[in-house]
């Protein structure tokens, strides 16, 4: 891999990443994740109660939502009370990906809310968003301990997410929209910190691949995310200590 992309970076190069964490003054976390030219607000909240098929159980939820605000992308997206298939596919990501790491169990019958509100749109903006939201979710914990909101065990491990694809011909890690848009081949792929796969999403947008292919993106992909786990954990590195002895 020794061919540069047009912002420069090497095929397997994450784009820059920026956590800021506390940035909603009534949020119990929230953060405000930057990949590269991607801006994500996330912001977790707490309700003392469940889904129906939850009551009684004494086990808790954890439910996601996403959208993107008007000026996100270049064309305003208009504001809608009803979210588009896209958004609801990767709310229920979003959810999927987090509840598999917390201890519902521990958590009594509370539902925490994570809120992805895409600020700027650069490709990538699943992944930011769960990346953002693990982070939002850690303070967010901790802050239930404090209360005495939840027991431990709470957490599993930590996660991390990130895209690659095959963009005329080549293997790239982190896709930005301008290689987003034309990928032939396109992965979002979800990982914890021993390397197991959380999900994998991934469809031939252009042409058929290849099994040696998949295992190369996805090989691109695991060391992409052991990278921003990194990042996480030298973020959230006392709050994880809380949460789970790491």
Same mark, same amino acid.
């Given at each position: 891999m020794n061919m540069s992309r047009k912002d420069g970076r090497m095929p397997d190069e994450l784009r820059p990443m920026k956590i800021t964490r506390n940035v909603s003054k009534y949020a119990? %976390?929230?953060s405000l994740i930057e990949m590269g030219e991607t801006r994500v607000l996330c912001c977790v909240t707490v309700e003392d109660k469940v889904p129906p098929f939850l009551k009684g159980t004494g086990t808790g939820w954890l439910t996601a939502e996403y959208g993107m605000l008007p000026a996100a992308t270049p064309e305003r997206n208009p504001r809608s009370n009803s979210q588009s298939g896209r958004s609801q596919e990767i709310r229920r990501m979003i959810g999927r990906v987090l509840r598999s790491v917390v201890n519902l169990r521990n958590l009594g019958e509370r539902t925490i809310l994570v809120d992805c509100d895409v600020l700027q749109a650069d490709g990538g903006t699943r992944t930011a968003s769960i990346n953002g939201s693990f982070c939002a979710l850690i303070d967010g914990?901790?802050?239930?301990k404090r209360r005495n909101q939840l027991r431990l065990p709470i957490l599993r491990d930590c996660i991390g997410a990130v895209s690659v694809g095959i963009v005329s011909g080549n293997k *790239?890690?982190?896709?930005? *929209?301008?290689e987003d848009s034309i990928a032939e081949v396109d992965f979002n792929v979800v990982m914890n910190s021993k390397g197991e796969f959380v999900e994998i999403q991934g469809a031939a947008e252009g042409r058929f691949f290849t099994r040696s292919e998949l295992d190369e993106l996805i090989e691109i992909a695991r060391k %992409?995310?052991?990278?921003i786990i990194q990042v996480e954990k030298e973020t959230l590195k006392d709050e994880l200590q809380i949460l789970s002895g790491y």
């Open positions: 119990i %976390g929230s914990l901790v802050l239930m *790239y890690l982190d896709l930005n *929209y301008s %992409g995310i052991s990278q």
